[in-house]
């Protein structure tokens, strides 16, 4: 994306940066004296499996260290401003005018109690870079441009008030609302469908062209770094292990590491079906309010099955999910258990059917108590369904551990000190000590990098097996369906477009919408992203804030 001349102006220089962790009462080196070079308007791409140290990478490129984290030595010098010994007045100054940052849980990044808009606002008027006037008016610019709905009036809602993905959405474009030099972008498409993931795509890299923007854009997503990249680099452990311009890097990696990181997301289960339907989702409408968000869906699934709903954000997926678990009472029909109705509300369900169904949630970082032990996490519904304590519990969550297939030592250790994947698996076990019939998977393998999502896929898959599990499996991750499928439900506006096994879905010809689902799932060649704007999905870009940026004089 950056030109030549581009890349004769350094930006940010970051060389043998050591970064400490502290745990176990004492520090550990997790990152081990790695390099990074960036120039104005550049991309470079930090992939690696979970823990390999991207995001420490990333936030140090800002000069800050998480809690718990030390820079411990090495050189980052910003634009000729060494952030190793500026204070951290001048280190604030840079921050959200200078360099911005994109989180991977928008969820957890915002701050519920204000509204999109004044968190939009408030580091560009804070900075003094735009009037309160002009930052609102060029906030809801923004919001068009990230293709949010309502642009005018979204701002005013509560982050709440709107989906994953929209909230994604709202925190790029906060991120570019200082028209900064260098943006980190971690993980920023992770809460994203694949439709909505293409525009944003897309005005992510019009804004880095036009803004003449550099950024480090951090993602387990192997196709997508390849459509936004110039250089890709590849850690593992804290070092680096290869790195390369991304069309050399895609067609010829030279670590096994790295081709093994390719080479992942290989499983391809046959679909099969059964006429024993454990649970029946019938001619269910469901609204908030007065808005009806589901329009009579009828979904059946199949005893020891999967059947994966996929959509994009705001499609009713999740909001099928939370009919089922008695969270939204529907309107009209009825979800059935054993051919049984279950009562609407959860309220009035027994202990009994609320142990049949369980959830997995999406956020395993805030689906947990950090302040409780993994042995309370598994414990409490050990407890609650089964009646059991003391050493009875102990036993169990030992069991259970060994099920997901971590170690005993994990028992006694807080959410803090577990990686994306053991959280996770965590949460799978939480779910499995109600021992129940069918568990909601709501795109449990969503944030987590391609060799965890492989190894949560097979464990599902063997749990599924070992105990007879029925899942109902939310996910915009195409190949997650071909992973663990059997039969595939397509949704838009509320509604079941398409549903049957899953080789039938995607064998052509596609209804047109199941046709821009498969079409809008990023490839592993460099081009692909045009291609899918030229087709018509890229969507909204930022031309017209483009053009204003130009006549308007920096107040750097």
């Known amino acids: 994306m950056s030109t030549e001349g581009n890349r004769a102006e350094l930006l940010l220089a970051m060389r043998g940066v050591r970064i400490d962790g502290f745990a176990d009462e004492r520090w550990h080196e997790i990152i081990k004296g790695v390099d990074l070079t960036l120039h104005k308007g550049e991309v470079m791409g930090l992939i690696g499996e979970s823990g390999a140290g991207k995001s420490t990478l990333g936030l140090a490129a800002m000069g800050f260290a998480r809690p718990g984290c030390r820079i411990s030595g090495g050189e980052i010098v910003f634009d000729g401003i060494d952030l190793m010994r500026a204070s951290e007045r001048q280190k604030q100054r840079l921050r959200g005018s200078r360099i911005a940052y994109v989180a991977q849980s928008a969820a957890a990044a915002f701050n519920p109690a204000h509204t999109l808009l004044d968190q939009t606002l408030e580091a560009t008027v804070r900075h003094g870079l735009r009037s309160r006037e002009e930052a609102e008016r060029d906030a809801r610019a923004l919001y068009a441009a990230m293709d949010l709905p309502d642009p005018d009036t979204i701002g005013d809602r509560f982050p709440h008030q709107v989906s994953g993905g929209q909230l994604q959405r709202a925190m790029t474009a906060m991120a570019m609302a200082s028209r900064p030099d260098l943006i ?129 954000s705001g499609s009713g997926k999740s909001t099928a999910a939370r009919v089922v678990t008695g969270l939204l009472p529907p309107r009209r029909g009825e979800v059935r258990f054993d051919g049984v109705a279950l009562p609407a509300d959860l309220k009035g369900r027994t202990k009994e059917q609320k142990r049949r169904i369980q959830m997995i949630y999406q956020m395993a970082d805030t689906a947990m108590n950090p302040r409780q032990t993994v042995r309370e996490i598994i414990g409490r519904p050990i407890a609650f369904y089964h009646g059991l304590r003391g050493r009875e519990v102990e036993r169990r969550v030992e069991r259970l551990l060994e099920q997901i297939e971590l170690d005993g030592s994990f028992a006694d250790r807080l959410p803090g000190e577990l990686s994306g994947g053991q959280k996770q698996r965590i949460c799978i076990a939480r779910a499995l000590a109600a021992e129940p019939e069918v568990i909601i998977c709501d795109e449990v393998t969503s944030a987590l990098d391609q060799i965890v999502q492989e190894g949560i896929l097979k464990l599902l898959m063997r749990l599924q097996k070992d105990h007879g599990l029925s899942y109902i499996f939310i996910t915009h991750d195409i190949a997650t369906v071909e992973a663990i499928a059997d039969e595939v439900v397509v949704m838009l506006q509320g509604r079941v477009v398409e549903q049957g096994l899953k080789e039938e879905i995607f064998a052509p010809p596609h209804p047109e919408y199941t046709e821009l689902l498969l079409s809008s799932v990023p490839e592993m060649e460099a081009g692909w992203l045009e291609r899918a704007i030229a087709r018509g999905e890229g969507g909204r870009v930022l031309d017209r804030l483009a053009e204003g940026d130009r006549e308007r004089p920096s107040p750097r």
């Open 184 to 312: 980190i972008f971690d993980e920023p498409t992770t809460a994203l469908d694949v439709t909505t993931q293409v525009n944003v795509l897309a005005a992510i890299r019009k804004a880095v062209k036009e803004f003449d923007t550099a950024a480090i854009y951090i993602t387990h997503d192997l196709a997508v770094v390849a459509q936004m990249a110039d250089r890709i680099k590849v850690l593992r452990y804290g070092e680096e292990v290869e790195e390369a311009p991304t069309g050399e890097m895609l067609s010829n990696p030279r670590h096994p590491y790295t081709r093994s990181l390719w080479a992942v997301r290989s499983i391809r289960k046959p679909g099969e079906t059964s006429a024993d339907r454990v649970l029946e989702i019938d001619r269910v409408t469901a609204a908030y309010g007065t808005v009806d968000v589901l329009h009579n869906i009828s979904i059946g699934l199949p005893r020891g099955k999967t059947v994966a709903l996929v959509g994009e």
